[in-house]
């Protein structure tokens, strides 16, 4: 699907790109990790706080916010098929996490060169309050994330 061009092109390829990305990403399927909707250069991934992710302070450890951050990065900045990794990653905590929580983050470009991308991520609860802000840089290695089907 070289130079698709039209949406509906690069959203068949976000959606392929993502569901073979996630097929074998053990660790967000570990952390109970749904990807519930993937788009070009845009991700939202939803995660439910277990008792097993809670640090000492019985809130959500940091980790495993900036896990669920970098996991909607990582479908973001693949849905264009290039194979992509992280460069750098920042987060800044706003509020704690508790058990039970469902917490969503939100992924979406904010630049992209060939090799290189900026994302921003909004991870947020169920109540829309904001847990933690995300950035993170890409840099596109060689391959693809899959082959594509027509």
């Avoid at 979406?108 to 609860?125: D, F, P």
Wanted: glycine share 10%.
């Amino acid at each position: 699907m070289a130079g698709s061009t039209t949406v509906t092109e690069r959203q068949h390829v976000a959606e392929q790109s993502a569901q073979a990305l996630y097929g074998r990403d053990r660790a967000s399927q570990a952390l109970g990790m749904r990807l519930a909707a993937v788009g070009p250069g845009s991700a939202r991934v939803v995660m439910q706080v277990r008792a097993d992710m809670l640090n000492g302070h019985q809130v959500c450890h940091g980790g495993i916010l900036f896990a669920l951050a970098d996991s909607a990065f990582a479908f973001a900045c693949n849905s264009y098929n290039d194979s992509t990794v992280a460069a750098t990653g920042a987060i800044d905590f706003l509020m704690s996490a508790r058990e039970g929580d469902e917490l969503t983050a939100e992924a979406r470009e904010l630049w992209r060169t060939r090799r290189n991308g900026i994302y921003e991520i909004t991870v947020a609860n169920q109540r829309g309050e904001r847990v933690a802000l995300f950035r993170g840089r890409s840099y596109r290695v060689d391959g693809q994330v899959t082959k594509l089907e027509e």
